[in-house]
């Protein structure tokens, strides 16, 4: 990529604070014009034999593979309270266990942690973690582990015991709920 191509789109990523559905198309548009390198031709990991837009909604399309944020206080899983796990949108994986979801009035559903942490090591989980600077101060993205979707954010601000605050989109989630079967089975 050329140097002032460079420049151009550090400068289209740096100016909004809050980035939206429409302003996250405009900008995956103008990687797609700038980019030489096939494989920068998608912000995820691109699979060849999967047409995210086929499969997806256009909402889900734009927040798990361009990176954008539904509205605060938007989202189906906001105040939802149902017993069971919530998946990834694109590929199915398991990724929040209801019981770990809370309410953190950030209009975003909360959870505490990933589902398979085991004492802090979320090496089980379906969940990778992600330096973001996107939101114009330093953050951390988190992503689904199995197809690479944006999921949302983690912050360090979230209930005890854990102390992360798992900020993630509805749309990004599909949610299963628990089969009605005893504790025993």
């Not at 031709?41 to 499969?55: I, P, V």
């Not at 009035?105 to 085991?118: K, L, Y």
């Not at 992360?164 to 009605?180: D, G, Q, T």
Request: charge should be neutral; proline fraction near 5%; include cysteine.
């Amino acid at each position: 990529m050329s140097r002032s191509a460079a420049r151009l789109l550090g400068l289209v990523f740096q100016a909004p604070v809050r980035r939206n559905v429409a302003l996250t198309r405009q900008n995956f548009a103008l990687v797609r014009l700038f980019s030489t390198n096939k494989a920068t031709l998608s912000l995820t990991r691109y699979n060849e034999t999967t047409d995210w837009q086929k499969k997806l909604s256009p909402e889900e399309y734009v927040v798990t593979r361009e990176k954008g944020t539904e509205e605060p206080f938007s989202g189906l899983y906001l105040n939802h309270n149902e017993v069971g796990m919530y998946h990834c949108v694109c590929c199915e994986a398991p990724l929040f266990s209801s019981e770990a979801k809370y309410d953190s009035g950030t209009g975003w559903p909360s959870f505490r942690e990933a589902h398979g942490t085991w004492e802090g090591d979320e090496s089980l989980t379906s969940v990778i973690r992600r330096p973001d600077n996107s939101l114009g101060s330093a953050g951390t993205e988190v992503l689904c582990k199995n197809c690479d979707a944006h999921l949302g954010h983690v912050f360090e601000d979230g209930p005890e015991p854990t102390g992360h605050r798992f900020c993630i989109n509805s749309v990004a989630l599909k949610f299963k709920p628990r089969n009605n079967t005893s504790k025993e089975d």
